[in-house]
């Protein structure tokens, strides 16, 4: 059996396994690209004989992956603030009742997961608004959408950040965390 055959077989028996791994780093839209990445980036290596462990390298080449993603985004939305004070400021006096309850530690990991689940395009619209006090005008003109696209996607935001809280602080039974699947999956009750 040729190194790549090995390489696919391996990759097709551990597909879902480096989906759950890459899920815990990346927003849900974004797995699958990963995924297909990590298959990309095995098939491009051109010594596969020196691999001991094809199964570990292709779960860590998915893990840096993930990794790399979250810092691009991360850095993508660092590099709109010129100022660090002025992010700190903002950061700090918000008054949005939603930000205000996320104060604990706890609770504002919570809210981060919350936001992480939101689609890609709302949540970066959701992250302009509620952490860098953009207003809506500015968000349509630098997204180039309209600025009623931007106010759906910001209701949604809000909306789906704030089922997600409270199902976080309901007590533990079914049916609530079923709601979180559903809320994490994109779908509303």
Do not use: W
Not at 3 to 20: Q, V
Not at 169 to 182: G, I, Q
Request: charged share 25%; proline share 3%.
């Amino acid at each position: 059996m040729s190194n790549d055959t090995l390489f696919y077989k391996i990759y097709l028996a551990s597909r879902k396994s480096i989906s759950r791994v890459v899920s815990r780093i990346v927003p849900p839209d974004e797995i699958e690209d990963i995924v297909q990445e990590t298959y990309v980036r095995i098939c491009q290596i051109e010594n596969k004989a020196s691999i001991t462990s094809p199964k570990s390298f292709m779960y860590i080449t998915a893990r840096n992956l993930a990794l790399d993603y979250q810092k691009q985004a991360c850095v993508k939305l660092v590099d709109r603030v010129e100022d660090l004070q002025e992010l700190e400021y903002l950061l700090t006096n918000d008054s949005d009742e939603m930000y205000e309850n996320t104060l604990t530690n706890n609770e504002f990991s919570h809210f981060c997961e919350a936001v992480r689940q939101l689609p890609t395009q709302c949540r970066k619209i959701f992250v302009l608004k509620k952490v860098y006090g953009y207003s809506q005008r500015e968000i349509a003109a630098q997204l180039s959408l309209s600025e009623s696209t931007v106010e759906k996607h910001i209701s949604t935001g809000m909306k789906r950040c704030t089922l997600f809280m409270r199902n976080i602080n309901k007590p533990a039974n079914k049916s609530s965390s079923s709601t979180s699947k559903n809320i994490a999956g994109g779908t509303h009750e």
